[in-house]
């Protein structure tokens, strides 16, 4: 995994079947509270020691569905690290991954970091804010993205509800 600033890691990248330009990340947030897991991706089985190494995970969040893959299951069972999914996409996730947890409001999870409910990529899109007491990193996902010098929403046809 790259450590990409203090405590912030991100794992190999995946390239995305749809989209041979993109790819997806999995970042562990190393805390005292106990790793998180944000994200998915399948390059993640190979860094199983290297995981290990920074303390293992205790949970894993998804933003959306269409980050559900069998790489969840592996993380679960691999490093007791639960999946928490946004109840609106609880049931289109569980067709791939075993869900532990749902939540429909914003919330936190210690004093550290934050899941913030963003419903319009999809019903159940998530962000999450973390501090780490020297900056504020906030993970969109695919929900916002910078392309060609711009901040973009993602608008899905027959997903997304822009109001």
Same mark, same amino acid.
């Given at each position: 995994?790259?450590?990409?600033?203090?405590?912030?890691? /991100?794992?190999a990248p995946e390239p995305l079947g749809?989209?041979?330009?993109?790819?997806?990340?999995?970042?562990?947030? %190393? %805390?005292?509270?106990?790793?998180?897991?944000?994200? %998915?991706?399948?390059?993640?089985?190979?860094?199983?020691?290297?995981?290990?190494? &920074?303390?293992?995970?205790? %949970?894993?969040?998804?933003?959306?569905?269409?980050? /559900?893959?069998?790489?969840? =299951?592996?993380?679960?069972t691999t490093f007791d690290a639960p999946l928490h999914i946004h109840e609106e996409?609880?049931?289109? #996730? /569980?067709?791939?991954?075993?869900?532990?947890?749902?939540?429909?409001?914003?919330?936190?999870?210690? =004093? =550290?970091?934050?899941?913030?409910?963003?419903?319009?990529?999809?019903?159940?899109?998530?962000?999450? &804010?973390? !501090?780490?007491?020297?900056?504020?990193?906030?993970?969109?996902?695919?929900?916002?993205?910078?392309?060609?010098?711009?901040? #973009?929403?993602?608008? &899905? !046809?027959? #997903?997304?509800?822009?109001?």
């Amino acid at each position: 995994m790259n450590e990409v600033i203090s405590g912030l890691h /991100a794992s190999a990248p995946e390239p995305l079947g749809f989209g041979p330009s993109l790819e997806i990340r999995a970042f562990l947030l %190393r %805390r005292e509270g106990g790793n998180l897991l944000i994200y %998915r991706a399948a390059t993640l089985e190979g860094e199983g020691e290297e995981i290990n190494g &920074l303390g293992g995970i205790s %949970r894993q969040y998804l933003n959306h569905r269409h980050e /559900a893959a069998p790489i969840c =299951d592996w993380i679960a069972t691999t490093f007791d690290a639960p999946l928490h999914i946004h109840e609106e996409e609880a049931k289109s #996730v /569980a067709e791939t991954c075993n869900v532990a947890g749902t939540f429909s409001e914003r919330h936190h999870a210690g =004093d =550290d970091f934050e899941v913030i409910p963003i419903p319009g990529h999809t019903g159940g899109a998530t962000a999450f &804010l973390w !501090d780490t007491g020297e900056r504020r990193v906030l993970f969109t996902g695919d929900t916002i993205f910078f392309v060609r010098g711009k901040w #973009v929403a993602a608008v &899905l !046809d027959g #997903v997304s509800d822009r109001p």
